[in-house]
């Protein structure tokens, strides 16, 4: 299938936010969205972005059956590891389910992957649910290790209260 690859626009942050939500009910998560497409046209199109993203857009005449264009996403950002250095961190690779298997997942994350190397980054990392089999086979074929089973490696995250708290110099118990 013919399928653009290209950077996220300032005017596209509404269908992103769209198919984030798209993802989020996927993933049993909805109710964990709170972005809007104002926030996300702000973080990511600031002096300063916090995020980069591109779009996969298909022409008009194979339009998705709710009339989209835009039919899926990468967003990542840049991090550094103390052991490796410059990393790449792929916070979502999402195509709408009606476009997979046309190969525009893979076309997202090799982009992703190849601003990577251009970068000089050592690493792409990402996270992914531990039920989600279709995503790991999908990584694991493209060589990706899993960290936890590999090497006991978990991921958290602070949000909220206890963010606050900890900034706060209050530490939770």
Request: charged share 30%.
């Amino acid at each position: 299938m013919e399928c653009v690859l290209r950077p996220c626009r300032a005017e596209d942050c509404a269908e992103v936010v769209r198919m984030i939500k798209e993802l989020a009910e996927f993933e049993k998560l909805p109710d964990q969205v709170e972005i809007s497409d104002q926030v996300l046209r702000e973080d990511g199109f600031a002096n300063d972005p916090f995020y980069r993203c591109l779009v996969a857009e298909v022409p008009p005449e194979h339009r998705s059956r709710d009339g989209h264009t835009v039919v899926g996403y990468g967003l990542y950002f840049f991090t550094y590891s103390t052991w490796k250095g410059r990393n790449i961190y792929m916070e979502d690779l999402y195509v709408m389910p009606e476009f997979r298997g046309k190969g525009i997942g893979k076309k997202l994350m090799s982009k992703i992957a190849e601003i990577g190397v251009e970068n000089r980054c050592s690493q792409m990392k990402f996270v992914v649910l531990d039920w989600n089999r279709a995503a790991i086979d999908f990584y694991q074929g493209h060589g990706a290790v899993d960290l936890t089973a590999a090497e006991g490696w978990h991921f958290f995250h602070l949000e909220g209260d206890a963010l606050k708290q900890l900034a706060r110099g209050q530490l939770g118990q």
